[in-house]
């Protein structure tokens, strides 16, 4: 949060490293700059910081960041801003390539920019790179596409920069306290940083718009130059989250880089102790240890030799993990609790070992199933859910594991149709899970595309209840493209007589009404827009109440909009009027033609809506 500061300028989207050399930039380049420049002057971002930190009930950010109420605070002078500019410099340029060359003339040469423009805007990157959900939009100003496998050389020193600065961080939070005294742990503001860089490096590596082995590369060398010893543990840590989940898939070469890392990270001469498993650090302390058992399973599957032993560092640790694994040692019970990380260490050190993974998996199993021995009733079912620092100290692969059990566990039971209950922890740990943005793909991607509809086509009513009910009370952090996608699964879900149950019924119009009262301004402008072509799916042909709340939003969306625009066009060489707006809102007449067909609004409403809203429904053409 804060303000919002770069040493040139705050120019949106100018050259980066690696379009230096090219004779034209990507399309947007200069003309998002030069509209982003002026963002300061309509958002008063001083005031960014300490107004929408508190949200409506008084709860500070770190407090309340998972409520529906404070995302929409906090984010509305930050995101928001930054997504209704994407979208207007997006319009702005293909009306500017559309009018501004007539046929035959040459686009050639350079466009009269103030120079400073032109520099590589490096703090501007890492900035939108260090904000959660920013990679979207990151992938959008560097021109990345996922079906196009584009390494981009800014990306990754961007990556190295930010991984430098948390660590910094750490190494100042954890060496001394308020009270003069050294500390142990990072401050939980600091720990969200590590999870989400995390959660960037993956996603990026992931695509290939990033290489894992030159990153940790230059990892190294920056490291070698600065001698960081605090966040060490979290350095590993993420390079485990992504190591634990691609080495089966990758190269050994691909991650030999690493061992040159414990090199500057480790220089002790004696052992390092087995950190207490009580805390939850404990698997961040043990991530170095976990890495080195991945890289040797790897290298013993490939018939090769690591080049270099075990650090002397690591024996103790490297002892105790295997002595965990022993045959003598199988005989002992592994407990999941909130006390203890015991099963999610070695889950995260043998996660490529099915041999060794499956006793602590059944655990964690176990834990929210109940016990497989029985007749499984209500009673027997688990309530406690695996808490959400037990969930953190799992790596990604674990948790991919774990959310596959999970659903197909719910699938087994659905298609059964034994009328079993399933259990209040299963259902608990899953809404925890689907909020992780490095597992969407086994996450909210298949909760909406594989789940809901295997569980609709067996008819098991009573799960499918269960499940909108959770997405209703307990996912409140799930991204606005996906609710829209839920949306038209529900309203085509509705359309069905397949079932009498009016209780059944009234939960899919409710879940379908949060989702469209959910979406914010920004979210109708950038998400609806999505379905063009498509826009029967976002209409009800069951439930006028649920048109006429879609109708509200998008007027409200619209008033917004209109306002915010207003306010940029004074600061503009060439004002825009409201009008030109209206083109870059979702197909509204065509949107709201099927609404207007069997719904009416009253005289008094509509003096209120915005113009296109007001038009749709008197001409929607």
């Known amino acids: 949060m804060g303000n919002f500061y770069c040493d040139h300028g705050p120019g949106y989207h100018a050259f980066f490293h690696g379009y230096e050399n090219q004779q034209h930039p990507p399309p947007g380049l200069h003309q998002m700059a030069a509209l982003f420049s002026y963002r300061g002057k309509y958002l008063d971002l001083s005031n960014c910081g300490s107004e929408s930190r508190k949200t409506s009930t008084g709860a500070t950010w770190e407090e309340g960041r998972l409520s529906q109420t404070s995302h929409a605070i906090v984010w509305r002078d930050t995101s928001a801003a930054f997504l209704f500019l994407s979208r207007e410099i997006r319009d702005f340029m293909a009306e500017w390539q559309q009018h501004c060359y007539p046929a035959g003339a040459s686009d050639q040469g350079s466009l009269p920019y103030d120079k400073e423009l032109l520099k590589p805007q490096n703090r501007l990157l890492r900035y939108i790179l260090e904000q959660p959900y920013s990679r979207d939009m990151a992938c959008a100003i560097l021109g990345l596409q996922k079906q196009h496998k584009l390494r981009c050389a800014a990306l990754e020193e961007r990556l190295v920069e930010l991984i430098l600065a948390a660590m910094e961080r750490t190494e100042v939070e954890m060496g001394q306290t308020l009270d003069g005294q050294s500390s142990d742990e990072a401050l939980p503001s600091t720990l969200s940083l590590w999870q989400h860089l995390s959660t960037q490096l993956i996603f990026f590596v992931l695509f290939q718009f990033a290489s894992f082995p030159v990153i940790v590369t230059n990892l190294y060398i920056k490291i070698s130059d600065v001698k960081l010893f605090k966040g060490r543990d979290f350095l590993m840590w993420i390079l485990l989250q992504f190591i634990s989940g691609s080495i089966q898939k990758n190269p050994l070469s691909d991650f030999l880089p690493v061992l040159r890392l414990y090199d500057v990270l480790y220089p002790e001469k004696e052992p390092l102790p ?13 991530s170095a240890t976990c890495i080195w058992i991945h890289i040797l399973k790897k290298a013993q599957g490939e018939n090769q030799t690591l080049p270099r ?9 490297y002892d105790y993990l295997q002595s965990m694994v022993q045959p003598s040692s199988s005989q002992i019970p592994l407990q999941v609790n909130d006390h203890c990380y015991r099963v999610a260490l070695l889950c ?13 998996m059944a655990a964690l199993v176990e834990a929210i199933h109940g016990s497989t021995t029985g007749t499984p009733t209500a009673n027997l079912s688990p309530t406690t859910p695996l808490s959400v620092q037990c969930l953190d100290s799992l790596t990604v692969h674990t948790k991919m594991s774990l959310i596959h059990n999970i659903v197909t566990h719910i699938m087994k039971v659905a298609q059964s149709k034994s009328n079993q209950n399933l259990a209040p922890a299963l259902i608990e740990t899953y809404a925890r899970l689907l909020v992780y943005m490095e597992i969407e793909s086994l996450g909210i991607k298949g909760f909406i595309s594989q789940l809901l509809p295997a569980v609709y086509k067996s008819q098991a009513w009573g799960i499918l209840h269960t499940l909108l009910e959770m997405f209703c009370y307990r996912l409140h952090h799930i991204q606005p493209h996906y609710r829209v996608q839920l ?3 529900l309203h085509s879900l509705a359309t069905n007589t397949h079932t009498s149950s009016a209780q059944l019924h009234l939960c899919v119009e409710m879940t379908s009404l949060r989702l469209i009262t959910g979406f914010n301004s920004v979210d109708v402008q950038t998400q609806l827009s999505r379905v063009t072509g498509e826009t029967k799916s976002l209409v009800s042909t069951e439930s006028e109440e649920l048109n006429r709340a879609l109708v509200l939003t998008i007027a409200r969306a619209i008033h917004v909009g209109v306002l915010a625009l207003q306010k940029v066009s004074k600061h503009l060489p060439t004002p825009t009027v409201p009008h030109q707006f209206l083109k870059r809102v979702p197909p509204t007449a065509d949107l709201l033609q099927p609404v207007r067909q069997n719904h009416t609004f009253t005289s008094t409403p509509t003096l209120y809506f915005p113009f296109p809203c007001n038009l749709a429904r008197v001409n929607p053409n």
């Open 274 to 286: 087995v950190p207490d498993m009580t805390k939850p650090v404990a698997t961040a302390q043990m």
């Open 309 to 317: 032993p075990l650090p002397s560092t690591l024996k103790n640790q």
């Open 348 to 360: 995260n050190a043998y996660s490529t070992n099915q041999e060794h993974f499956s006793r602590p």
């Open 487 to 489: 949306l038209t699964h």
